[in-house]
């Protein structure tokens, strides 16, 4: 087992700059690939980026390549979401997940492959 809590959530202007924490317990967070997907009002929960065991392959969705970066620090535990230039569409609940991998280093962009989810932390943003 693994419990995941994100924090950083909040308030941003359009343009403006995030950073999201998962931190994680349990279990050592370099068995995990970790994920963050995120939820607006009315819509589906949508995949955004994940990240290998070893932190050495990422994956993005189009909408926010070259915006967004995925981190971890196995050391620390904790897995980050850096969110440069947010836009409106941005604006939506961010979860964090996480798929015990090992000994395999794949990372996944589907949302029925993660085992484990946080509670998830609120993004808005101004325009």
């Known amino acids: 087992q693994v419990q995941l809590v994100e924090s950083g959530g909040g308030l941003v202007q359009a343009g403006g700059s995030l950073r999201l924490s998962c931190a994680t317990s349990?279990?050592?967070?370099?068995?995990?690939?970790m994920a963050w997907f995120r939820q607006a009002p009315g819509k589906e929960r949508e995949f955004v980026t994940s990240i290998n065991r070893s932190g050495s392959r990422t994956g993005y969705t189009d909408s926010v390549k070259g915006r967004f970066t995925i981190s971890r620090d196995n050391a620390e535990n904790t897995a980050y979401l850096q969110m440069n230039n947010v836009q409106a569409e941005d604006t939506a609940v961010y979860y964090c997940?996480?798929?015990?991998?090992?000994?395999?280093?794949?990372?996944?962009?589907?949302?029925?492959?993660?085992?484990?989810w946080g509670q998830g932390t609120q993004v808005t943003v101004s325009s």
């Open positions: 349990g279990r050592t967070l370099s068995r995990f690939a």
């Open positions: 997940a996480a798929k015990d991998t090992y000994p395999f280093d794949n990372y996944y962009s589907r949302r029925d492959m993660y085992d484990y």
